[in-house]
């Protein structure tokens, strides 16, 4: 037994490898160049230029791919949308189809789209045979499901169009699954650029999909650089843009994106959280621990690239983990016992080095196990920095490599806050044997995807995607399908915009007194008594900061009221008294309580309803027949929302982990919205109702034309048991107002009303702390009708989905 045991502690791993013959061989059959691939053709274009893939393990080169241009992208986005009439006409059972046979076509091409992977990206075989292609099968056999079942179970929506979609070198693979899966399966057509270090495979995929019989056109895949994705972004054929990259790109194309109408989401970077607890697994957590960060060379936009460890384990954890990395194996990414493979490309490996650099100038330690490394090719150690400040760089920016910093902390509410203490919000890992304290703080971390005593778990029936500077949309499960689907009513906005080039949007021009109508100069009666309403901010009244009175008159010109003209101060004011009501609680109220509270708000408002009919008249000079209709259906919708308060909390998924996978609908946080100016009472409650009965808190902007509804309406509210700060609202200059909450980094959300270019500035400048957005891109809605005036849309917009996953069993 003991000589067993010596063996086992010196026997060393014999090499492994995967044969890369096929791979050559199918680089050999294609003479090592490669075209685009456009409507099921390989298109050389002529006089085209070249990029060449190398093996970044060994410098080996393994093809040529081109470099597309404009005409090329015009080539590919013509195919993309010629087809789309057909494609999105056929039947979702036969689009099932396609996609099944796409899934079986990955199955049996399993082993050559694994090795191509690894030779081109440098990640072990390990992973891409036994994660990135089945998962990449997965998605495709999950969203045929969701082909098949469209017809019946989301006839409301349509497809969009023409996507393009722009995807990372980490996980090409994976990356072009959770794009293009569930783009065909609702009907629309793609036109997908892979990054340039990692072509291949996207290549090889496009060959599948012919074989899989899928129309002409309906995937084309592009191979180029930068420039070439930018002008697939600003393609004005394009109706879509799915990226993910990194956050600084994430902005530019939000930038390019604005104001167009195009759909657009966003999976950028991260830096998330992987917190271990005293009472957890230590032994599980370590492993956790490789896992989360030297997976794929810690090249993964989830990666637990922070440790946080309670203070009373951390030095046992760390030596533990520093035991772990001494075992590590750096290696041959085709060896099949290899820990890590390579890094990309020079380039990246510098930047990592370069962080590790400044890690340690930042006062870090830094420790690398005493391993070997191969002797040629691009590797890194694992590395791990202790000792850092937690505003250090290091612990707040994406390395993007197999760097791990480390930070302690005492109490749960510390690591939270440890947690939470970073601009972006994609993932985290949370390792406690107490569940309660485990799934309290899962609930309490701002991320789209919290593993418990797990991490890097994915599957197709999940989502996966980022809060706050990681980005928007979510890829995945059934919530990933509204990035492909409008509304049946709404085409693809195609807004009239002219930009006003001189003059600056949102400047405030302070309001003058009305002119004196000749009915106010007439007769001797007594003046009426001023009655002008003050802003409403922390459930109280406030006057303007500005101390400016903007009149309201009504169609015919007369003066019917004042309201305060606001100005940044108040919207600052608004949103603090906003967050201190999101965090104070509302959010955390139950379900039932919010409705409870809407309830009383359409009776109070009910009990009113003749003033507010008046009170429409006056302003807009519409009918009463009209007016009444307006008030009618803001009762209604108040009554609406009351139900959805507590029906949309989110769902078990159905995904491989065995255990339990949770998406919760969360709150967004505090979201500012501008109201349209036509129905100025409709209008608000319709945004209003949605936001607050998911539990987040509001800075409301009412009709500019039309505010008195709006400002009649805080009396309702100060009626109905709406804790102060949960609804505050500003009158004012709608653009004014909304450019300070746009900018302001408390804001989570922007819902936008007004005009086209008013939509343009608010999606253009929402990129400060890359919030999300919605605007109407001034064309008209019908508030009236339930179909575009509430419902499910306003309940997307109102919410983010977070997916916890908890692993069941011994
Ligand atoms: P990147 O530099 O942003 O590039 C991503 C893709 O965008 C590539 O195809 C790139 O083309 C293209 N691109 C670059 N500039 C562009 C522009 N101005 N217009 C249009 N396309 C442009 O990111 P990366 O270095 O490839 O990937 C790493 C980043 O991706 C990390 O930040 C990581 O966290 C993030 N990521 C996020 C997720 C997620 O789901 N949230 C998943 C994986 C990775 P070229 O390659 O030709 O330059």
């Not at 995945?476 to 509304?487: A, I, S, T």
Request: with cysteine; net charge negative; proline share 5%.
């Amino acid at each position: 037994m003991s000589k067993l045991l010596e063996i086992f502690k010196s026997m060393e791993y014999g090499p492994a490898p995967e044969a890369p013959d096929a791979v050559k061989a199918w680089l050999d059959e294609h003479g090592r160049k490669f075209g685009l691939f456009i409507n099921n053709e390989w298109v050389t274009p002529k006089g085209a230029k070249f990029y060449s893939s190398i093996n970044p393990a060994n410098g080996e080169l393994l093809a040529e791919t081109t470099q597309a241009g404009q005409k090329e992208v015009d080539a590919a986005v013509a195919a993309a949308h010629e087809v789309f009439g057909t494609w999105s006409k056929t039947p979702g059972v036969v689009r099932a189809r396609y996609l099944y046979a796409i899934a079986r076509n990955i199955q049996k091409h399993h082993r050559l789209l694994a090795v191509l992977e690894s030779m081109d990206n440098g990640k072990p075989i390990r992973e891409s045979r036994d994660i990135d292609v089945p998962l990449l099968a997965r998605h495709f056999y999950y969203y045929a499901g969701w082909a098949q079942l469209m017809e019946t179970e989301l006839r409301d929506y349509q497809p969009v169009g023409v996507v393009g979609q722009i995807i990372p070198w980490n996980f090409p693979l994976l990356m072009l699954a959770w794009k293009i899966a569930p783009a065909i399966a609702m009907g629309n057509t793609v036109v997908l650029k892979p990054a340039s270090y990692t072509r291949l495979s996207a290549l090889l995929f496009a060959e599948i999909v012919a074989e899989a019989g899928v129309p002409a056109g309906v995937v084309n895949v592009i191979t180029g650089s930068s420039s070439a994705g930018s002008v697939i972004v600003t393609h004005p054929d394009v109706d879509k843009i799915a990226f993910t990259g990194s956050t600084d790109v994430g902005r530019t194309l939000r930038h390019q994106t604005a104001g167009s109408g195009k759909k657009l989401s966003l999976e950028l970077g991260g830096k998330s959280p992987f917190v271990v607890f005293d009472d957890a697994d230590l032994d599980g957590a370590v492993e956790g621990v490789v896992d989360a960060i030297w997976f794929n060379q810690g090249q993964v936009c989830c990666a637990g690239s922070r440790l946080i460890v309670q203070e009373n384990v951390a030095a046992k954890f760390i030596q533990k983990l520093k035991n772990r990395m001494e075992h590590m194996r750096v290696g041959n990414p085709l060896d099949k016992s290899i820990d890590m493979g390579a890094i990309v490309d020079q380039s990246q490996w510098d930047t990592i080095d370069g962080w590790v650099k400044t890690g340690i100038a930042e006062g870090g330690e830094c420790f690398q196990p005493n391993i070997a490394l191969p002797e040629k090719g691009l590797f890194y150690k694992p590395t791990l920095i202790t000792g850092l400040d937690p505003a250090a760089s290091t612990v707040q920016e994406e390395i993007f490599g197999p760097v791990l910093v480390s930070l302690t902390f005492r109490t749960p509410s510390e690591a939270i806050e440890l947690a939470n203490n970073t601009r972006y919000g994609l993932a985290a890992s949370v390792w406690s044997d107490n569940i309660n304290l485990a799934l309290d703080v899962a609930s309490k971390i701002k991320a789209g995807s919290v593993w418990v005593n797990c991490t890097n778990q994915f599957d197709g029936a999940s989502g996966f995607g980022g809060y706050r500077e990681s980005g928007f949309g979510r890829e995945g499960g059934r919530e990933g399908l509204f990035e492909y689907l409008r509304p049946t009513w709404m085409d693809r906005p195609r807004p009239e915009l002219v930009l006003d080039e001189k003059k600056k949007w949102g400047e405030h021009v302070p309001a003058l007194p009305s002119q004196p109508t000749t009915d106010r100069a007439k007769g001797h009666s007594l003046p009426p008594i001023d009655r002008t309403p003050k802003m409403y901010i922390g459930g109280k009244q406030v006057r303007p900061d500005g101390a400016y009175t903007l009149s309201v008159l009504s169609a015919k010109g007369k003066l019917v009221g004042q309201v305060g003209d606001g100005n940044r101060k108040d919207i600052r004011d608004a949103v603090e008294a906003a967050h201190k009501a999101r965090t104070s609680g509302w959010a955390m109220r139950h379900g039932y309580n919010r409705s409870q509270i809407l309830y009383f708000i359409a009776e109070n408002l009910d009990a009113r309803n003749a003033e507010f009919v008046k009170r429409i008249v006056e302003m807009t000079g519409r009918t009463q027949k009209s007016a009444q209709a307006e008030v009618d259906a803001s009762v209604e919708r108040l009554f609406t929302y009351a139900a959805w308060a507590d029906k949309y909390g989110g769902s078990v998924q159905e995904t491989t982990l065995r255990g339990i996978t949770v998406a919760v609908n969360e709150p967004v946080g505090v979201i500012g919205i501008a109201c349209p100016d036509e129905m100025p009472l409709l209008g608000f409650i319709s945004l209003m109702a949605p936001a607050i009965a998911r539990g987040n808190t509001v800075v409301m902007i009412p009709s500019q034309k039309y505010p008195l509804s709006a400002m009649d309406f805080y009396q309702v509210l100060d009626t109905s048991d709406v804790p102060g700060g949960v609804v505050n609202i500003v009158t004012g200059d709608r653009d004014h107002l909304v450019k300070t909450l746009v900018q302001h980094e408390d804001v989570d959300s922007v819902w936008y009303f007004g005009s086209a270019e008013g939509s343009y500035h608010v999606e253009n400048e929402s990129v400060s702390n890359m919030k999300r957005t919605w605007t109407g891109y001034g064309l008209p809605r019908d508030w009236m009708s339930r179909e575009q005036g509430e419902g499910h849309e306003f309940l997307h917009e109102a919410t983010q989905v977070k997916n916890i996953w908890v692993p069941t069993g011994e």
